[in-house]
């Protein structure tokens, strides 16, 4: 999915054109322009899901990914944690068989790996938090709305970067092929700490 993430500094005459915050109703936006099927393919929504986000609100189509989505991260979760309980139990295991057979260097050993399961396990816990909050953004999910000038780049890998004023969206290479460098866009997404997940997009 699409992500995106405010951030600040930047560019002020792109700046102007940015509304970042809680989606309302009140009339504040501009109307909304036809559904792009175009957009809608490549961002996997349709224009009943448009039409809910601007009116403030997911559609029953995306309470119910936003639902299933909770379901497959709670599985993940579970299962990552009883796998990483069964290496650190295979790890404590040989750990004690290693000091048993060479009790001459078993206490540097044990050090040493100590050391280094320490590191594995802060690395994995880091990104199973991550895994979290990203559970807690689509069960409590916060519809925001970006627009402005929209201006490409790529990154390191194959995805790509997209900037509406202030928010920051990554995309993979299809979401980016779909969109047009120094367009006007207005995109409707939800918080998640890789980013948000873009729930739908319109070109002014």
Not at 99 to 112: H, N, Y
């Amino acid at each position: 999915m699409l992500g995106a993430s405010a951030r600040g500094g930047g560019r002020p005459e792109r700046r102007a054109g940015v509304a970042a915050g809680m989606v309302a109703a009140t009339g504040a936006y501009a109307p909304a322009v036809a559904f792009d099927p175009d957009l809608g393919t490549a961002f996997g929504f349709d224009a009943d899901d448009l039409a809910a986000n601007i009116a403030g609100r997911l559609s029953p189509d995306q309470e119910q990914l936003a639902a299933r989505t909770v379901e497959v991260y709670g599985r993940q979760r579970r299962r990552s944690w009883v796998l990483l309980a069964v290496v650190f139990a295979v790890a404590v295991v040989a750990l004690v068989v290693g000091i048993a057979v060479s009790p001459g260097g078993g206490v540097a050993t044990a050090a040493v790996a100590g050391v280094a399961l320490a590191w594995i396990a802060s690395i994995v816990l880091y990104f199973m938090r991550r895994g979290r909050r990203t559970i807690d953004a689509y069960r409590s999910p916060r519809l925001r709305v970006a627009h402005g000038v929209l201006a490409l780049s790529p990154t390191m890998s194959d995805s790509w970067v997209a900037e509406l004023g202030d928010v920051t969206l990554p995309l993979d290479g299809i979401r980016a092929l779909a969109l047009e460098h120094d367009a006007t866009y207005r995109a409707y997404y939800i918080d998640s700490p890789d980013g948000g997940i873009t729930l739908s997009i319109e070109r002014l």
